[in-house]
């Protein structure tokens, strides 16, 4: 009956029943300092082996693959170097490892060369040719490689497939070749996909706080996939100015600029004690489906709270009407009611008498 704002009660009785069921799985919680440091060192428990871990790539070394082109010399015999039989490709006079695995350098015929690395095919190549040159000094090198791949999908500025080479590309690497993040991205996390498996990619934690963990030495096939930034959205409800969603950008959102965004409480009727967060929480072995974390905003230390309070995405803001706001509101409603019922009243005493 109460006009505004506000959560209602549940009047039915057979439902009542469930609805404390539900609320047994919600847990509430007051905003305070202990609260805010509690959640904080949640979110950065990190393993002390895995914060700082690099990736290694000291003992990196390109496997050939079919398709890739290489350029072969041999010093002092230049009849070897370009030879007249070979077909030119786009870049470079030069052998193309064949699809068998295979490629065929003067006198050394159906060498296996996919699968190895170029020192040991430099290696096989110069005991081939040492049956027929003494002590062959042979210049070995990749000038195409297109056997190997990683495909950089969703919200950068230049997606494509980039090759990998005899320089080890990283995760981050291949998200530069693609130009960065683009404006839509979400710079939280990215999915990375490899062989079968499936990982989110926290990549918010290695360029804010240096988590190398966090980072991958990439292999043919792998996929990056970065998200759009549409579900990084909190929601503000309830006796605020202006309810809406606010987007939260890649510095992070606070409950403080939450309520700035949508132009703050509404100071006639807003309850400053009422103000709720509600936070799904995913599955876990308590059975608690939601977290509420309750901030008393009446004095200014509540408001360096709000500050540090960091929301998460699909975060629920809500604040609730004052009880005599509702009160005010209704007489609000009812006063015209009353006056046109007396008008009624009185054009009826008035028809009477004449």
Known sequence: MIPGSHMEGIDVEPDTSTLEQDLSKVKISIIDSALIARLNDSQQAYSPAKKYRPINTA????VLGIGDV?????????????????????????????????????????????????????????????KVIENPQLDLKVVA??????YVTGEVKSPGVFPITEIPLTLIDAINQAGGLSERAD????TFTS?????????????????????????????????RSDNQKVFVLGDVNKAGSIEINRYGLSLAEALSDVGGLNERTANANGIFVLRKRPENEAGIIADVY??????????????????????????????????????SQLVPTVQALENISTIKTQGAFF
Not at 187 to 190: A, C, H, L, Q, Y
Not at 204 to 210: A, N, R, V, W
Not at 305 to 315: E, G, H, I, T, V
Request: net charge positive.
């Open 59 to 62: 003992d990196y070394d390109y």
């Open 70 to 130: 290489l350029s072969i010399g041999v010093w002092d015999h230049p009849e070897l170097t370009i030879p007249a039989a070979v077909q030119r490709t786009a870049e470079f006079d030069g052998f193309r490892i064949q699809a068998d695995g295979t490629i065929t350098y003067a006198y050394a015929a159906n060498v296996k060369a996919a699968g190895r690395t170029i020192k040991e095919l430099h290696w096989l190549l110069r005991q081939k040719l040492g």
């Open 145 to 150: 490689f297109r056997s190997q791949r990683v």
């Open 187 to 190: 710079w939280r996390t990215i």
């Open 195 to 227: 062989g079968e498996k499936t990982e989110t990619i926290r990549l918010d934690d290695f360029y804010t706080k240096g988590d190398l963990s966090q980072n991958r030495l990439l292999k043919h096939g792998d996929i990056i996939h970065v998200n």
């Open 294 to 331: 309750q901030l008393y905003a009446q004095n200014v230390v509540a408001l360096v709270l709000a500050d540090q309070f960091k929301l998460q995405p699909r975060d629920i803001i809500y604040v609730t009407t004052a009880p005599i706001a509702r009160w005010n509101r209704l007489i």
